[in-house]
C-alpha cells in the first residue's frame, strides 16, 4: 500500500470531572469521551525522498517535530528503521486549541495509518502504548467511539453507544490552551462535581434525554469566568431547542445535543447571525 486517506475524527466530553492531582502534577480525571463526526482528512504517501513531508491548510500549525502528527511518524519510522520517505497532508476543520483533541486525532490517525501502510501488524494494543507516549488522549483517538476515561485519561473502558443524534460544535474566537485552565483549577470541599456514574447509567439505559440532563464539565467554571462568551453561547443554544449545551474539554468549544437534525440547523443558524460563536458546525454522534 503506497496511499492511505483517513478521516480523524474530533472528540466531545459528555461528563469531565477531575478527582486530583499526581505528584507529577498531572490531574487524575474521570471523562466520558464521546467521538463526533466532525473530522480532519489525513492524507499519506511513500515518496522517493527520505524524511517526512508535512503540509497543513492551517498557516499557523508548525509543520516540523513540533507538530503532534510529525511526531507520530517519527516514532515508528525510528522503531521500525524505517528509510523511505513519506508526506502527510493534513486539512483541518476540527477547530485548533478548542478541547476537541484536533491534535491528538491526527496523531492517532497517523498511527494507524502507518501500521497499514507498512504492514507493521501492530495490534490495538500496541499502537495504543505507542499512542500514550504522545499525549494522554492519544489512545482514545485511536480507540474511537464511546468510552470512559480514567488516571490521566489514558485507562480507557468501553461504553455502549449513545444514541445517534445531532450536536452542534461552535468554536468562539478566542484559543484556550490546557495548561492555563487546568492551573487556575481549584479543588476544594465545595467544588460541585459532575456525577459521571450517573451519566454511565442513562448511557446505559440509552436515554438521551437525561444522559444530556446530567451533562457536566468541571473545567467549565475556570474558563467560563475568564472568558463569559462561552456563557452566552451556551445560553444561545438553550434558548434555541437544545437538550443541553456545554463547554468540551478545557474549552472554549461549546457542542449541544438535538433531538432533531432541523432544530440543530436552525440554532445554528441562530448562533452565526449573533456573532457569539466563529466557527459553527452541524454534525451527530458517531458511533464505531
Ligand atoms: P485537547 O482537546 O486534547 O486538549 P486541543 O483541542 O485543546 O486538544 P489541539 O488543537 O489538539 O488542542 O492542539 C493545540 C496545540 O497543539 C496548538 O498549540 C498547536 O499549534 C499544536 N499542534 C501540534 N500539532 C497539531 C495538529 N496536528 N493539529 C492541531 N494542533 C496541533
Redesign the pocket.
Known sequence: MDEIRLKALAKINLGLDVTGRRDDGYHLVRMIMQTIHLFDSVQMEKIPESGIQLTTNIRF??TDE????YKAARLLMDEFQITQGIRID?K?CIP?????????T?AAAVLYGMNQMYDLKLSQKQLAKRALTLGA?VPYCLMRGTALAEGIGEKLTRLPSVPRCPVVVAKPGISVS?KWVYDRLQLGEQTKHPDIDQLIADIKQQNLIDMASHMGNLLEEVTVQEYPVIAQIKENLMEHGALNAMMS??GPTVFALFEERSTAREAADVLRASGLARQIYVTTIFNV
Open positions: 500549525l508548525p513540533h507538530n503532534i502528527a493534513i483541518k485548533v486549541s478548542a478541547g476537541m483533541a484536533g491534535g491528538s491526527d488522549d490546557t474539554g478545557s
